[in-house]
């Protein structure tokens, strides 16, 4: 008796996904993910522990409204909290068991666990799993916690965009800045290793959409470098045609997926775009002068 009602919201919001999944020519299961993230998140925004995780990843360019976000099936947050597997299962379960606005979304608790992951050889995080379904459809929630990163500008509080008419998670996000910044980092670690052509994408779409402080972006990249240990040497890797070259393959694989007709298809202008949003701040801080003032989106610095 008690379950009809959930079974009903369940069925309605399944349809309504259904049915904008048609309307906006996306696949279901894309949108399915999705809303399976939202809902996980916006209890996370009801929790105590809300201001103890940072947004960042590839949800952020919902969060800036970015038409040409790219389809992302995991979150990326930074914790601000132990990082005890035990003390995060926790966290997630009490999470997890709030009484909030039906929405459909049914998050099993007992399937919450957690692994180790590790991005370089200093740099661990936790993956956390969890299983929600959505009436009869299963949704995989995976979460991945980093934690010690240095954050700047400081992050703010912003909404996270809703599929459906359902409350809007409200969380603290990273900074445009700091994203780039981390993203800068893992190319120069990752080096001739790198397969993350989606980090190319997201510095290239953000230099491309967005005006930046030069100072702010150049303090960023300086902070974020100095706390990860990583040099930038000459020539830097992921700047040469070689290096663009040799990831042509890799990339044209990565715009198939993404299916968006105004990116580049040719690497080396992807590489070339970023090598001009970013090569004079690393100049700065290699010579400790100062940055170009102002970055306009699709102009370049003044």
Not at 120 to 132: E, F, H, M, N
Not at 261 to 280: G, S, W
Request: charged fraction near 25%.
């Amino acid at each position: 008796m008690t379950d009809k009602p959930l079974k009903n919201v369940s069925a309605s919001v399944r349809q309504r996904l259904l049915n904008k999944a048609k309307q906006d020519r996306r696949p279901f299961n894309e949108l399915l993910q999705y809303y399976g993230m939202e809902r996980f998140l916006y209890r996370l925004s009801q929790s105590p522990y809300a201001r103890r995780f940072v947004l960042k990843g590839g949800l952020m360019l919902r969060v800036w409204n970015v038409s040409e976000s790219r389809p992302t099936m995991d979150i990326d947050m930074l914790g601000r909290t132990s990082n005890e597997p035990s003390q995060i299962v926790r966290q997630m379960q009490e999470m997890l068991a709030l009484e909030v606005e039906p929405d459909g979304m049914v998050f099993d608790v007992a399937s919450l666990q957690t692994e180790p992951i590790t991005k370089a050889a200093d740099y661990q995080g936790i993956r956390v799993r969890c299983l929600g379904y959505l009436d009869k459809a299963r949704v995989n929630i995976q979460l991945d916690l980093g934690f010690g990163d240095v954050v700047f500008p400081q992050p703010e509080t912003a909404s996270l965009p809703t599929l459906l008419d359902y409350p809007a998670p409200q969380l603290l996000c990273y900074s445009r800045e700091s994203v780039i910044a981390e993203k800068f980092e893992a190319m120069l670690s990752r080096g001739e290793l790198n397969s993350r052509m989606k980090d190319f994408y997201d510095v290239w779409l953000l230099s491309d959409r967005f005006d930046f402080d030069g100072a702010k972006l150049t303090e960023a990249i300086r902070r974020t470098l100095d706390h990860r240990g990583t040099t930038v040497s000459e020539p830097i890797l992921p700047f040469t045609e070689e290096f663009a070259a040799a990831k042509q393959v890799q990339w044209t694989a990565f715009c198939k997926r993404l299916g968006q007709e105004r990116t580049p298809t040719e690497f080396i202008r992807v590489v070339r775009a970023i090598e001009e949003f970013l090569a004079p701040l690393v100049l700065a801080l290699s010579n400790q002068t100062p940055p170009p003032t102002t970055w306009v989106a699709s102009v370049g610095w003044s």
